[in-house]
């Protein structure tokens, strides 16, 4: 059984960075798409990025040009580089395989992010 767990969540002012990682445990993980999520208060969750085992990437709309997702196969780990961050990007955030845009594994407690001054 794979199992996540995401860091790196807190408060930051709009405009600025903040860096989420995401640890995997298992051993498929450098064979497997990964993707981050985003739940906030009232909505579904979202997929704002995806990265392909071979790092292709793919991001919403709404993230796009502010976010870079990234691998270390070595260390398991998925990242998401949060940059000019907005009101509107506060939401848990969460990491998980992915089947095109489907996630196939348990969630992990995720990480809170809030953008306020």
């Known amino acids: 059984q794979e199992q996540l767990v995401e860091s790196g969540g807190g408060l930051v002012q709009p405009g600025g960075s903040l860096r989420l990682s995401c640890a995997a445990s298992g051993t498929i993980f450098s064979i497997t798409a990964m993707g981050w999520y985003r739940q906030a208060p009232g909505k579904q969750r979202e997929l704002v990025a995806r990265?392909?085992?071979?790092?292709?990437?793919n991001y919403a709309d709404s993230v796009k040009g502010r976010f870079i997702i990234s691998r270390d196969n070595a260390k398991n780990t998925v990242y998401l580089q949060m940059n000019n961050v907005k009101p509107e990007d506060t939401a848990v955030y969460y990491c998980n395989a992915v089947v095109r845009t489907i996630a196939i594994w348990g969630w992990g407690q995720g990480t809170q992010v809030t953008v306020s001054p």
């Open positions: 990265i392909s085992s071979g790092s292709i990437t």
